[in-house]
T-cell receptor, first 114, second 110 residues
Framework: AAGVIQSPRHLIKEKRETATLKCYPI?????VYWYQQGPGQDPQFLIS???????DKGSIPDRFSAQQFSDYHSELNMSSLELGDSALYFC?????????????FGPGTRLTVT | QKEVEQNSGPLSVPEGAIASLNCTYS??????FFWYRQYSGKSPELIMS????GDKEDGRFTAQLNKASQYVSLLIRDSQPSDSATYLC??????????FGKGTRLHILP
């Protein structure tokens, strides 16, 4: 079965640079979630989109923005990167429109800020 | 009070024994509950979902839900070394947000 695809898998950036992470949800899933996970931490919810509209916002810094496109893929844009942004970034998708909240995670993007 | 609480562990269980992982939640209106397994450096993998009181079995895994006690558990029978991972309990709250516990590290002793 098709899974959530994320790209790139690894990314190294310097402080104050920008980064763009991409997520391709499971086909026919209508909701995308973004999470940040630091070492030894549980996933921290950043933002979600349902049917291409922002549906919920968590602890996403103002330096970050995201959107979901007409083909349902989503991009997380991160600007003015800081050392503390180094983390695993996961995207998850679900079929929320049918009342199921099971989220399926992608493999993640490991961002390292130097 | 944290919304979803788990014992951080590590929980050490001999190979072949039953591992029991517990989770409590604070929001009484929660209706959907999930267990994720996460290996170090990998993404969380959904292994069980449960929506009604009682037990739900899937292979070696059994999820148990008690809404009156606001308690959900995961039993792993015939534990294998490959079960060594962090197990995240997740609950859908009143505003449809998924809330993760901080996870329990499980270590299966060969």
């Amino acid at each position: 079965a098709a899974g959530v695809i994320q790209s790139p898998r690894h990314l190294i950036k310097e402080k104050r640079e920008t980064a763009t992470l991409k997520c391709y949800p499971i086909p026919r899933h209508d909701t995308v979630y973004w999470y940040q996970q630091g070492p030894g931490q549980d996933p921290q919810f950043l933002i979600s989109f349902y049917e291409k509209m922002q549906s919920d916002k968590g602890s996403i810094p103002d330096r970050f923005s995201a959107q979901q496109f007409s083909d349902y893929h989503s991009e997380l844009n991160m600007s003015s990167l800081e050392l503390g942004d180094s983390a695993l970034y996961f995207c998850a998708s679900s079929l929320r429109g049918q009342g199921t909240y099971e989220q399926y995670f992608g493999p993640g993007t490991r961002l390292t800020v130097t | 009070q944290k919304e979803v609480e788990q014992n951080s562990g590590p929980l050490s269980v001999p190979e072949g024994a039953i591992a029991s992982l517990n989770c409590t939640y604070s929001d009484r209106v929660s209706q959907s509950f999930f267990w994720y397994r996460q290996y170090s450096g990998k993404s969380p993998e959904l292994i069980m979902s449960i929506y009604s009181n009682g037990d739900k079995e899937d292979g070696r895994f059994t999820a148990q839900l008690n809404k009156a006690s606001q308690y959900v558990s995961l039993l792993i029978r015939d534990s294998q070394p490959s079960d060594s991972a962090t197990y995240l309990c997740a609950v859908i709250g009143r505003d449809d947000k998924i809330i993760f516990g901080k996870g329990t590290r499980l270590h299966i002793l060969p």
